[in-house]
Nanobody, 132 residues
């Protein structure tokens, strides 16, 4: 069973940056890593539905971005093959929310896109608050 953990959230001023990380937790069964999983990052603002921000294929070759974050957010994989990052730059107050990573076993170059239903493993989320 794959269990995901997000980290790196916090309080940041408008225009600031953060780097969020998504890793397989210590409670993940031995042998499970994120190497063959397609990853998505999602955000849920207070009172709003969860929305997809970006996604990446397991190979890293294919990415998709929500138009409102393209150019400001970057998804990437760590060299350890067990961490996926989301660099968030030029943050705006409307970026405030709980950020989640999600995964689905999908070896290859296909990105699963920005729909939550495409993923079957979720982390607990990390809070990002953008405020002066």
């Amino acid at each position: 069973q794959l269990r995901l953990v997000e980290s790196g959230g916090g309080l940041v001023q408008p225009g600031g940056s953060l780097r969020l990380a998504c890793t397989a937790s210590e409670f993940t069964a031995v042998g499970f890593t994120l190497e063959h999983y397609a990853i998505g990052w999602f955000r849920q603002a207070p009172g709003k539905e969860r929305e997809g921000l970006c996604s990446m294929s397991s190979s890293g070759a294919t990415t998709d971005y929500r138009p409102s974050v393209k150019g400001r957010f970057t998804i990437s994989r760590g060299n350890d093959k067990n961490t996926v990052y989301l660099a968030v730059n030029n943050l705006k107050p409307e970026d405030t929310g709980v950020y989640y990573c999600a995964a689905r076993f999908s070896p290859g170059e296909i990105s699963l896109g920005l729909e939550p239903d495409m993923y079957d493993h979720w982390g607990q989320g990390t809070q990002v608050t953008v405020s002066s």
